[in-house]
């Protein structure tokens, strides 16, 4: 993508959007599309999955044939730059050095953001999910309700393109006709243990992900998306035949040189970089939001990684989509005499309330996957998976923990890596050939993927003495799961092992019997959201429903910042249909005059 | 704040459901790797870094510097086809320079794979030195059974006697190695029954056998 320099930047813009992931690629497009004038600022350097996405290469062509490493984390061919668990020249602390007490926090510096190597698992939260508190008397309710957010979860499932089915099951929402694309089979696995968990009343279906199991309708859809709007109508059928379906055969993980899933890079900024609306300035590393004399925001102060020098870019509107951890941290950093405690933090709510999901897993080895026919089960990633089905007994006080959980699961015969040889009897020769090529395939893993309830003792605010490469203060996390996550990682642990035994596999380990020890360290999920909830109630909370500070009603913050509650439906989906709705409420408003 | 020293924390999710999936079937892996990582060797060459070009291939030697000896090459590449015998047509897992792999393992700048480095260069000189006090030669000139004889006594299939001990960690480390080496290339995927990494028009499920296989059909 041609992106601009420092000195290609114009003197003003009507917005600045801070970091280019599934927020602010959302944002821009929205905004593009709708003739908005837009700088989008990135930390990370330019990154094209088109020429730099390693699609077939094999373990053996990387080095170290490819293993997780520190610099490296997820795999030598995994889509992430500049990122992982650590960032080069930008720590972060923890307050407490117990294990049990700290935050990890995955981050990447690069166009597109975390979207290049996410999962693309793409859930809505349901009814109940917007209504937390209503319901169950913890947490906190969002300003609106499921039925304000569908439309957008509509528009942007046929935007970026989800598979995915119907099943009409307690929230977990069906989409409008027309939005998903079918799903692909199940694989040999999946359906085996959809069979025999069905007597433990567990319901196993497709999975929705932002992959494209067919084209696009490129035909109908924009018209759908932008009515009235013919320009923009034109720009995305271009860029959605630009996008091929996927040919079922490579780690989505490394990203998709054929466009056939969601990244920022490929989805939302192509069309609006076509608009001729956008510059995008990379290696731009934004320390803080400036005011004017009223209080207002009116542009962003940042670092030119290129040349270590500020500079400061204007603007009638900020919109801010670092991440959620990152963008409270550019609150925090933005300091003045009228918001001493950091931007917008009237309430004092500015790093408040960080939740994760609750993670545990457990596996398995099937004897009866043993020698499976060859063939190829490659796919895209999971199929099927397992929606909370408890939420009867749950309401009815029959569970010890408050909120609901989904299975993820890994099946099949799926390219193989280095530690093939792990659980092979001792031996060598054609009998350990034998072995491995008996029991290839017939591993199982089962992770939960749970809500967690945003708590007093899980927040970030800034170090007090340690500072990133530039000078800026970093983040320091605070953190602590109640009863109610450890309990449910250890419900996880107890219905795997279930799980296993229903399909006549052997549980790998022992389940936990202590949910403190099945549950996964905080942000390791890497679902974090929070840090500037939105409300009704401007004394408790940062943002209104539309995104925008309370405080500072040109600034707005569409990452999952604003979020009340983290459903254990994964975050991103709900991240873009909020961020499409602040910035159609945010052109209404600058239309009429209000910012 | 480095990661916590739990190796299964430091992988990616996908990567680490394998990995626990592959602790499943009741072995020890956990615990041979928590022995490995009692030695920390010192560290040589540069590391990856966090953005490397990714569509490249890469060879041994090629990121940082082999340390095996010419000696130790050719025992580990005999070895390697001990463990991993070529099917009819197939190349040797040495042809395929999977004990090239090896000595990029052991050599790399990480701990984490250097751990296996003493282990694995003490026991290729004791490959060598046996087979001389066996048999008069090093061990890539033996034949089939002598090199069986030695393997036998370090598999760890029957116990080891106490002076062939230290050795059964050095065998199982090294299987461990060469057999991830092997089948992550195209052949040795192949042989293991994997057949994807082939673009394809449509997903079209499992085929009527496999659905049979599991009752399914
Ligand atoms: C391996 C993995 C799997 C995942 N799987 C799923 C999944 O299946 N489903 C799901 O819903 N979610 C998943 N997630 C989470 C998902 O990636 C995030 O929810 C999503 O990317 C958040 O979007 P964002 O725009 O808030 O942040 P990001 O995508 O992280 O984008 C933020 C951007 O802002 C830039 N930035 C940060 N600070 C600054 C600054 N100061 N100045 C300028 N730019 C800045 C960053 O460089 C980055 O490009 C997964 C994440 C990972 C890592
Ligand atoms: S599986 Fe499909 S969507 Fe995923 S990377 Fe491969 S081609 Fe792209």
Partial sequence: ?595 | MTPSENPVRQMPRRIALKWLAAAAAGMALAGRLDLAMAQVPTKSGKPIGTDPVLNKDYKPGELWPLLMSPAQRRAAAALADLIIPPEEGGLKPSQLAVHEFIDEWISSPYDQTAKDRPVILAGLDFLDAEAQQRHQAVFAELNAAQQGGIADAICGATPATPAYRPQVRFFDRFRHLAAGGYYTTPQGMLELGYVGNRPTATFDGPTPEALKHLGLA
């Fill in chain 1, 1 to 595: 993508m041609p992106l601009i320099s420092e000195k290609e930047l114009k003197a003003s813009y009507d917005v600045i959007i801070v970091g280019s992931g599934a927020g602010g690629g959302q944002s821009a497009y929205t905004l593009t599309m709708n003739g908005v004038k837009v700088l989008l600022l990135e930390a990370g350097r330019n990154y094209d999955p088109l020429t730099e996405t390693a699609m077939f290469q094999t373990p053996s062509a990387a080095p170290l044939r490819g293993i997780s490493l520190e610099d490296k984390p997820f795999g030598f061919y995994d889509a992430t730059v500049d990122g992982g668990w650590q960032v080069p020249d930008e720590p972060y602390t923890n307050a407490s050095t117990e294990a049990e007490n700290k935050f990890w926090w995955w981050r990447a510096r690069m166009l597109g953001g975390r979207t290049n190597h996410w999962g693309r698992i793409s859930l809505r939260n349901g009814p109940y999910d917007f209504k937390p508190y209503s319901r169950d008397g913890l947490g906190v309710d969002w300003p609106m309700s499921y039925q304000d957010v569908a439309p957008y979860y509509d528009k942007v499932e046929m935007l970026i393109g989800v598979y995915g089915s119907n099943e009409g099951l307690e929230n977990t929402p069906d989409s409008s006709e027309g939005c998903l694309l079918p799903p692909p089979k199940a694989r040999a696995g999946e359906l085996y243990i959809k069979k025999h968990v069905a007597k433990l009343g567990i319901p196993v279906i497709p999975i929705h992900r932002a992959i494209l199991s067919v084209k696009q309708d490129a035909d109908n859809i924009p018209a759908k998306l932008h009515p009235g709007n013919p320009r923009a109508q034109g720009i995305l059928a271009e860029a959605m035949r630009q996008r091929a379906a996927c040919f079922w055969a490579t780690d989505c993980g490394r990203g998709c040189s054929i466009k056939a899933n969601y990244q920022s890079t490929t989805v939302h900024l192509p069309p609006a970089m076509a608009t001729g609306n956008l510059d995008i300035l990379p290696n731009a590393m934004a320390r803080a939001v400036t005011l004017d004399a009223q209080g207002k925001a009116n542009g962003v102060s940042f670092i030119d990684k290129v040349t270590g020098r500020e500079i400061t870019a204007k603007a009638r509107v900020v919109i801010l989509a670092a991440s959620s951890a990152e963008s409270a941290r550019i609150l925090l950093n933005s300091k003045s005499a009228k918001f001493p405690d950091g931007l917008a933090n009237s309430s004092g709510e500015v790093g408040k309330n960080i939740m994760d999901t609750v993670g545990a897993s457990l596996g398995g080895q099937v004897p009866a996957f043993e020698n499976l026919p060859v063939h190829n089960e490659d796919g895209a990633g999971d199929h099927v998976y397992v929606p909370w089905w408890l939420y009867k007994e749950q309401k009815a006080g029959k569970l010890d923990f408050a909120r609901g959980y989904h299975i993820e699961f890994a099946t099949g015969r799926r390219m193989p890596n280095v530690g093939v040889a792990g659980p092979a009897k001792p031996g060598y020769g054609k009998a350990f050939k034998e072995d491995l090529r008996r029991t290839y395939g017939s591993f199982i893993g089962f992770s939960g993927r749970g809500e967690m309830i945003p708590n007093k003792d899980s927040f970030c605010d800034l170090d007090p003495s340690v500072k990133d490469k530039w000078g800026i203060p970093v983040l320091r996390f605070h953190w602590k799961f109640s009863e109610h996550e450890l309990k449910q990682a250890l419900h996880m642990h107890q219905t795997f092992a279930r799980m296993i035994e229903a399909i006549g596999g052997k549980v790998g380990g022992k389940p936990a019997t202590d949910g403190a020890k099945a549950i996964k360290p905080g942000g390791f999920i890497i679902h974090e959201v929070g840090g500037a909830i939105m409300g009704a109630d401007r004394k408790r909370s940062v943002t209104n429903q539309w995104n925008q500070c309370w405080d500072v009603p040109n600034l707005l913050i569409n990452d999952g910042a604003p979020f009340c509650s983290n459903a254990d439906k994964n975050p991103t989906l709900t991240i873009m249909a909020l961020a499409w709705r602040a910035c159609d409420h945010l052109i209404e408003e600058m239309r009429q005059g209000n910012l």
